[in-house]
């Protein structure tokens, strides 16, 4: 199981990466081998890595979107990937 934490500012302040960096930190437990902080404006996400299934190798989370206009972290099982991918007309290479 990894570890995720999320910062949110309703007054809009941006969130502060040192804070994240720092909450990331204290996730290690949960996620020993990365850990990863960022911020969106006066949203951040703090994600702590661990690798539990061959799915799990070589992701990277936060997960963007291209115009970085939705941002998701995940900590789960996905069933059934390549349905959904298809399902919402991914490449294969963007399953990953």
């Known amino acids: 199981m990894s570890g ?4 949110f500012h309703r007054n809009h302040q941006p969130a502060e990466q040192k ?6 930190r204290s996730l ?3 996620g020993p081998e990365k ?6 404006g006066p949203i951040g996400f703090a994600y702590a890595h661990f690798t539990n299934t061959p799915e799990a190798r070589g992701q990277y989370q ?4 291209r115009e970085k206009r939705f941002i998701s972290v995940f900590d789960g ?3 059934n990937r390549d ?12 399953l990953r």
């Open 19 to 24: 804070t994240l960096e720092r909450i990331a």
């Open 4 to 7: 995720i934490a999320a910062v």
């Open 35 to 40: 850990q990863v902080a960022k911020t969106f």
């Open 77 to 79: 099982r996905l069933d």
């Open 62 to 65: 936060p997960v963007t979107t």
């Open 83 to 94: 349905d959904l991918g298809a399902a919402l007309d991914m490449k294969p290479v963007d």
């Open 28 to 30: 290690s437990p949960y």
